[in-house]
């Protein structure tokens, strides 16, 4: 009877979406990566690898292109069996920005510029001085930042369109996000809603999924900034790929503090990253490790969670070697992926078209 009911009941639809960008950290693995791989019994999973999002900064073509084959052997290696979910590139299937121009014709140019990644973005960009913002949030641009506005391309405006495409494309029912993508999912939904109510009810209203747990994995040399694939201390990041010795350094120069306890609280950054990285990988709460520590120093925390990384790790790096040298595996699974995900895709589209008023392609 359960069995049947599993059958004949669609399951809850998952995606989520991933830059092409270099080494998964530990974060990204405890945070993300290992608890969409928990998630596919129950659910059918689609993982995005969103090169036309990676363009919006363009990287070298080479390089992005190993970028996507280095995310899907990671993303494999991780424990997302492709024959349990669909992993597929962005570019391979048609209608992310077919759907993303409908939707950018529903959305003001103010929300966009409100965003606070694009704000972020422009600032990271070196524009700081040049723009200022008025009262509604809208960002202007002064003489000398109207020379510095040419550099910041329309893309980066118009990416939380392209990401919401991406999620109503599949009419996805949860899309697991870290917390910084929250405000995009906003817009999402808040688009979703505003084509349901102008056409008519067209597109599930998605829910994200911000994980409980491992969701803010800090930075080893400073515990108060989150652990990124992009910071220039080279012993801030653990990466998934690092081998025992590299793992060993990171863990052994950890900022921790002057006291000795091993205690998880706010004023104790370092420690309460290291017990949670733990709690994390051993999946022993946290209350539990303070008593397994009590009376021991940082160093045994050190190098016992040395040792749990490394033994973490070490099937994932063997596993991600064999895969990332069997280029046509890796693009099988990106083929069957597409071939999925486009199937979804075109139901969805033709429906948006239709009532859109786009008219029927009559085939011969
Ligand atoms: P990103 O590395 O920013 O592309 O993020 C990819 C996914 O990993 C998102 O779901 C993030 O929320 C998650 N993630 C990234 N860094 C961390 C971190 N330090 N701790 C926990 N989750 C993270
Ligand atoms: N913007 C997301 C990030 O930077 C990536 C992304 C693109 C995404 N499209 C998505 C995430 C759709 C979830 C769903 O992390």
Partial sequence: MKDNDSLSKPKPVILTCAQPTGMLTIGNYLGAVRNWADMLQRH???FGIVDLHAITTPPQPAVLRQNVFQCVAQY???GLDPDKCHQFAQSHVVGHTELAWVLTCLTPVGELQ???QFKDKVAKLGFKTAETESTDG????SHEGAR????INAGLLCYPVLMAADILLYNADLVPVGEDQRQHLELCRDLAQRFNHQYSKTFVIPEPYVPKTGSRIMSLADPTRKMSKSDDHHRATLFILD???QIRKKIASAVTDSESEIRANSDKPGISNLLIIHSGLSG????ELEDHFSGKGYGELKSELTELVSETLAPIRTRYQELIADREYLKSILSRGAEAAQKRANKNLSKV????GFPERTRK
């Fill in 353 to 356: 078209y239709r009532k859109v």
């Fill in 114 to 116: 409100r965003m606070t």
């Fill in 44 to 46: 059918e999973c689609y």
């Fill in 148 to 151: 510095a506005q040419a550099s």
């Fill in 284 to 287: 022993r709460p946290v209350p």
């Fill in 243 to 245: 081998e025992p010795d």
């Fill in 76 to 78: 494999v290696a991780c």
């Fill in 138 to 141: 809208e960002i202007k641009f």
